[in-house]
């Protein structure tokens, strides 16, 4: 049975900093790309950061410089440090596998509020 257990969530200031965990199981984890997805009440879900099995990244414009994403296979796990929070970034995040299949987390809350 896959699982994506995503951690790290909740109420940060704006300015500060929040680190995001997505451990997985079930799956081969280094043969798959890791994403964050977010998706804000009223938006659809968008990318935030993606990790590829070879460790390349890629960021939406809107988090480049302030995110960083990265994976630990050892630990099935991959990781969004999350930096210069801004109210606009409050959103459930969601963590994804693409591989073989695609797999989804079930989500964790962010909210940046002063």
């Known amino acids: 049975q896959v699982q994506l257990v995503e951690s790290g969530g909740g109420l940060a200031q704006p300015g500060g900093s929040l680190r995001l965990s997505c451990a997985a199981s079930?799956?081969?984890?280094?043969?798959?790309?890791m994403g964050w997805y977010r998706q804000a009440p009223g938006k659809q879900r968008a990318l935030v950061a993606v990790?590829?099995?070879?460790?390349?990244?890629n960021y939406a414009d809107s988090v480049k410089g302030r995110f960083t994403i990265s994976r630990d296979n050892a630990k099935n796990t991959v990781y969004l440090q999350m930096n210069s929070l801004k109210p606009e970034d409050t959103a459930v995040y969601y963590c994804?596998?693409?591989?073989?299949?695609?797999?989804w987390g079930q989500g964790t809350q962010v909210t940046v509020s002063s």
């Open positions: 990790i590829s099995k070879g460790g390349s990244t």
């Open positions: 994804n596998a693409d591989g073989r299949r695609e797999y």
């Open positions: 079930g799956i081969i984890f280094m043969i798959y790309d």
